[in-house]
């Protein structure tokens, strides 16, 4: 059953998520804008409620963090557990170093930041696959060369995600997949509708055990 919490201590579990973990209580009154004494009563109410875990340090204050149950109580999250090496090994680490809750937390998303659905396999070159996600940023103006963009073609009614090249008065439009061919056309009929600054894949299913 859910746990119904008054909206000060879902402020104070929301405020925990966004400074990170641990935090000091001291530190989180501040943010909160309320006193230490106030803090400390609504920590123990979150304590005794299994939501949040205390640890009382007489030199440094009591340093705060959230429980499972109080992850769940502010949203759902996926650890965020470190590195792995996809080149030389590296020692594995289990500590927790974040909580990633939107795409916003991992990912340099904006406001106006829209997703897209990829079609094809033209760009399977960088790893883009057909049914990943790209994140486009709406752009005004020319892309930098080289540039992974949306763009609509000339006599056409759906856009297509290509590399952007300016020669002269052309545009030049590269596939990541040399089954494809190159294509140009006068640069006044291109119109870009934006760049693409994120990318999310899933494993292919082919490379899925089991899949």
């Known amino acids: ?61 009591t340093l705060v963090r959230l429980t499972e ?15 792995i090496a996809a080149g030389q090994p590296v020692v594995a680490e289990g500590a927790v170093e974040a ?19 990829v079609r094809g396999d033209s760009m399977v070159g960088i790893g883009i696959r057909p049914g990943d996600y790209v994140v486009v940023r709406p752009y005004a103006g020319e892309p ?11 006599g056409e009614e759906t856009a297509t995600l290509k590399r952007f090249y300016r020669e002269g008065e052309e545009v030049l439009l590269r596939s990541e997949n040399p089954a494809y061919p190159e294509l140009r056309f006068p640069a006044e009929a291109v119109r870009v509708q934006g760049e693409v600054v994120a990318h999310l894949g899933v494993l292919p299913r082919g490379l899925r055990p089991g899949a």
């Open 99 to 117: 909580y990633a809750e939107r795409l916003a937390d991992l990912l340099p998303i904006e406001p106006g930041d829209f997703l897209l659905r």
């Open 1 to 61: 059953m859910e746990t119904r919490l008054p909206p000060g201590q879902k402020r104070i579990l929301a405020k925990i998520r966004e400074l990170g973990e641990p935090v000091l209580a001291v530190d989180l009154a501040r943010a909160l804008g309320i006193s230490r004494q106030g803090v400390r009563a609504q920590l123990l109410a979150l304590a005794r409620k299994g939501l949040v875990a205390l640890d009382a340090r007489p030199r440094h204050g």
């Open 69 to 83: 149950a109080g992850r769940r109580a502010v949203g759902a999250a996926l650890p965020v557990l470190g590195e």
């Open 144 to 154: 930098p060369p080289g540039a992974v963009v949306v763009v609509l073609l000339p």
